[in-house]
């Protein structure tokens, strides 16, 4: 699944947003809570336990962080789950001085 969303907002400020876990219920509808089981903050090899409504259905996984590049991209996988998924947001500058943001979850 792939999905794309023009924020008007700048791309600094919504990666930090968006790459912070903490904030995942805030803005992620199917995200039910977030577990750090390591110490924040998200850094490559930060395992991140969560829990959602997908499909009707309760799930739980761990997302270990595998890529940050601060700004551009984030990618976590899981490391711990039903099924094995992965999650990458990216971050581009629009023409107008707001953010495209993609968010690509493949498992």
Known sequence: MRT???INCSRPVVA???SDPDNATKWYAN???VNWETPPP???GSRIAF???FLGRRIAYTYEVREIVDGEIFVMSTSQG???MQ???SWLDTPTGGTRMTLRNTG
Request: hydrophobic share 50%; charged share 15%; proline share 10%.
């Open 4 to 6: 794309s969303v023009d």
């Open 87 to 89: 999650t990458t947001y």
């Open 51 to 53: 829990v959602a409504r």
């Open 42 to 44: 998200a850094v490559v």
């Open 82 to 84: 039903p099924f094995p």
């Open 16 to 18: 930090a947003y968006v």
């Open 31 to 33: 995200i039910k809570s």
